[in-house]
């Protein structure tokens, strides 16, 4: 069966990085893209980018250029999302999810939690 | 960048109820619409894919249809374990966004 296995939680200070990982099993890895998104505490669900696990390729929301960065490990099957320049509003719970058949999210990770905090 | 509308914000209903969410797009996304319910602490759960196509193993109970720019979730004989959070999603084009949500609390 499909499964998405995130990394655990992180407490990080501003100005820090974070790397969050999605460990896949139970398909084809390569043939499967995969999002990040994130999610403040009670606020809604922000998409921040994706990656073709295949040729590494990626596209990113337009707010997060230039401090995020999504990569791949095709011998283990894990994607990595990493976000540099942290500040408190990075406080999120951070979700990888399979771009399914169809194009739509199928397979979610179970998330992340990451607190940035002096 | 394309705005996804939700109504209403919150709905109470009681079990049993039938009830509807309404997902609006400020442009035309044809039926690149998603769904998702998610409960407290949870990750989300896929719903619905291409605005009327159930994902694998979610109960006919749901059911979604629209095209363009007005869609509807709808959920009938409401059980305690459908009390959630919704969300619509257009994946037509990049930046990917999402609802802000519809909260459904129990009457």
């Known amino acids: 069966q499909v499964q998405l296995v995130q990394s655990g939680a992180e407490v990080k200070k501003p100005g820090a990085s974070v790397k969050v990982s999605c460990k896949t099993s139970?398909?084809?890895?390569?043939?499967?893209?995969m999002h990040w998104v994130r999610q403040a505490p009670r606020q809604g669900l922000e998409w921040m980018g994706i990656?073709?696990?295949?040729?590494?390729?990626?596209s990113y929301a337009q707010k997060l250029q230039g401090r995020v960065t999504m990569t791949r490990d095709t011998s283990t099957s894990t994607v990595y999302m990493e976000l540099s320049s942290l500040r408190s509003e990075d406080t999120a719970v951070y979700f990888c999810?399979?771009?399914?058949?169809?194009?739509?999210?199928?397979?979610w990770g179970q998330g992340t939690l990451v607190t940035v905090s002096s | 960048d394309i705005q996804m509308t939700q109504s209403p914000s919150s709905l109470s209903a009681s079990v049993g109820d039938r009830v509807t969410i309404t997902c609006r797009a400020s442009?035309?996304?044809?039926?690149?619409l998603a769904w998702f319910q998610q409960k407290p602490g949870k990750a989300p759960k896929s719903l619905i894919y291409?605005?009327?196509s159930l994902q694998s193993g979610v109960p006919s109970k749901f059911s979604g249809s629209g095209s363009g720019t007005d869609f509807i979730l709808t959920i009938s004989s409401l059980q305690p374990e459908d009390f959630a959070t919704y969300y619509c999603?257009?994946?037509?084009?990049?930046?990917?966004?999402f609802g802000q949500g519809t909260r459904l609390e129990i009457k």
């Open positions: 999810a399979r771009r399914g058949d169809f194009s739509a999210p199928d397979y």
């Open positions: 291409a605005a009327s």
């Open positions: 999603q257009q994946y037509n084009s990049y930046p990917i966004t």
């Open positions: 442009q035309g996304i044809s039926n690149y």
């Open positions: 990656i073709n696990p295949s040729g590494g390729g990626t």
């Open positions: 139970g398909y084809s890895f390569t043939s499967y893209y």
